[in-house]
């Protein structure tokens, strides 16, 4: 009996000791992952489709943790001398424009992004102090029906809604870097970037200038069949 509980005082004590020897080699491995978020520009190609329709346009893509601004470009290689077709801008507020589609002009849109929406800016020190030690230890987050799923080596593997059907998924070279992004929504649409360059520095963002807010919910104009018609229509473009 005394034999056996020496042996498993050795086991215990070997296990505590692995688990301090491994902690700080995960800790910076996933700060080395995390901090690729805080601060990077990547370009490349968008393929969207929906509904048989298909389009494959440049984008550029910048974030810092203060804001983050899209660009899909209409002509020239990787938009060199084109004109954005649609531009996705967020930082203290959400901006939208588009050419081919003016209605966004006309979009509800608030005049300030609540700190759950901004989440998306956090820094990585942020997140490691709040999930780090859940990130190790289960490779993931759980919030309600949300999930953001991590490798064994913390790079993200996908972001996925329960309640939406909303999956995202991350691919990367063989390098390490960010290759594709793939975002399914609802059945038949589908969106993916996929990179060509990508630089993990901080950039420097022009916002879209804050308009006015409009009196068309996003919501009630996709239940609405608008919204489908809009894209189609950008598709087709």
Known sequence: MKRLLISLIVV???LLASCSFFKPKDEALLRSELQKWDNFRGSGIVEISAFGFSLRKPFVLAKTTEEMRMDVIEGGILGA???PLISIYMGRYLAMNSPVMPILDTLELPNKISPETLA???????????????????????????SIIFKNDYKVDSIVDSKSGARMEFRYTSQ????????????????????????????SIVPLPQKESGSINLMELWEEGEALQLLKRLLGN
Do not use: C, P
Not at 132 to 137: A, K, L, N, S, V
Not at 176 to 203: H, P, Q, T, V, W
């Open 176 to 203: 390490g870097d960010l290759d594709e992004i793939e975002l399914r929504a609802r059945e038949g649409i589908s969106a993916k970037l996929i990179f060509d360059n990508i630089s993990y520095e901080k950039s």
């Open 12 to 14: 215990a004590a070997v």
């Open 81 to 83: 001398g084109g004109s």
């Open 120 to 146: 998306i800016l956090n820094t990585s020190d942020y997140i490691l102090n709040r999930y780090g030690e859940e990130i190790i230890r289960e490779k993931a987050i759980q919030r309600d029906s949300l």
